[in-house]
């Protein structure tokens, strides 16, 4: 595996994020989910990653910089063929390493709370990540939406 910066426009990665889009809408209401879609993946406060064996994608990931000591973790996702390997993991580690990198103290993620989530919740509740309330400009009342946090 092998993760690298950038790759938005390639493809592949459109396609991937085509898949993830599709779905957190499948498993939660619109007004409900928080992905980012290309455009805003390109702003300058986040850093995207992709994950690959050669030329396979496997995954992707991104960090948004909230303020100068607080990220977020944004557009997670390992493509379907390579569930239960590892890619995530691999860029979850990568992400909290760069905001350790940048002197984050505090490292958040939004994500779903329906069964199709539960696997994201337990990989990042493997690494420490915590319940938290809601953070940045996220509605602290959707049922849809769990929070964690992860002191650096």
């Avoid at 990198?101 to 493997?126: H, I, V, W």
């Avoid at 990540?129 to 959707?142: I, L, N, T």
């Amino acid at each position: 595996m092998q993760i690298r910066e950038g790759h938005l426009r390639d493809p592949r990665t459109i396609e991937l994020l085509e898949v993830h889009a599709a779905g957190m809408l499948a498993s939660s209401p619109a007004e409900s989910c928080h992905f980012l879609d290309l455009s805003g993946l390109e702003t300058p406060d986040i850093s995207f990653w992709t994950v690959w064996n050669g030329e396979e994608l496997l995954g992707m990931g991104a960090l948004k910089q909230i303020d100068s000591g607080h990220g977020e973790i944004k557009s997670m996702r390992t493509a379907e063929a390579h569930l239960g390997k590892g890619v995530g993991a691999a860029m979850l580690d990568h992400i909290v390493a760069t905001a350790q990198a940048r002197g984050y103290k505090r490292l958040s993620l939004e994500t779903g709370s329906t069964p199709a989530f539960e696997p994201a919740l337990r990989l990042y509740a493997g690494r420490g990540f915590e319940p938290c309330g809601a953070f940045a400009d996220y509605p602290a009342d959707d049922p849809f939406s769990r929070f964690m946090t992860l002191a650096l």
